[in-house]
């Protein structure tokens, strides 16, 4: 059973930071081969890839967006994913969610992912 639980959402003015954590409740050995990725979605609009790693190696993706301002990271010993998000803007409020694929090619693709948590609110106020 693979159960993301994020943490460390909040409310920030703009440029301001804030990082978010998730954690998998994931054996090394499958932690090890996983495509971590945090998704947003905002009232309205549909859920999109915000940030993804592949555990094995640490290759990652970001959207056009956040590109020098968000940071995905990982602590594979605690089978732990970050996301350290910087200068902060309104157009990133949204909820935001942890998503882990066990396998596979690691895509900003909601729907390939099937392990979802329940998502931590990240409120960026002008």
């Known amino acids: 059973q693979v159960q993301p639980v994020e943490s460390g959402g909040g409310s920030v003015q703009a440029g301001g930071s804030l990082r978010l954590s998730c954690t998998t409740s994931?054996?090394?050995?499958?932690?090890?081969?996983?495509?971590m990725g945090w998704f947003r979605q905002a009232p309205g609009k549909e859920r999109e890839g915000v940030a993804i790693?592949?555990?094995?190696?640490?290759?990652?993706y970001y959207a056009d967006s956040v590109k020098g301002r968000f940071t995905i990271s990982q602590d594979a010993a605690k089978a732990t994913v970050y996301l350290q998000m910087n200068s902060l803007n309104p157009e990133d409020t949204a909820l935001y969610y942890c998503?882990?694929?066990?396998?596979?090619?690691?895509?900003?693709?909601?729907?390939?992912?099937?392990?979802w948590g329940q998502g931590t609110q990240v409120t960026v106020s002008s």
């Open positions: 998503a882990v694929k066990l396998y596979g090619t690691c895509r900003p693709l909601p729907h390939e992912y099937p392990y």
């Open positions: 994931t054996s090394r050995y499958t932690y090890s081969r996983s495509c």
């Open positions: 790693i592949y555990s094995a190696g640490g290759a990652t």
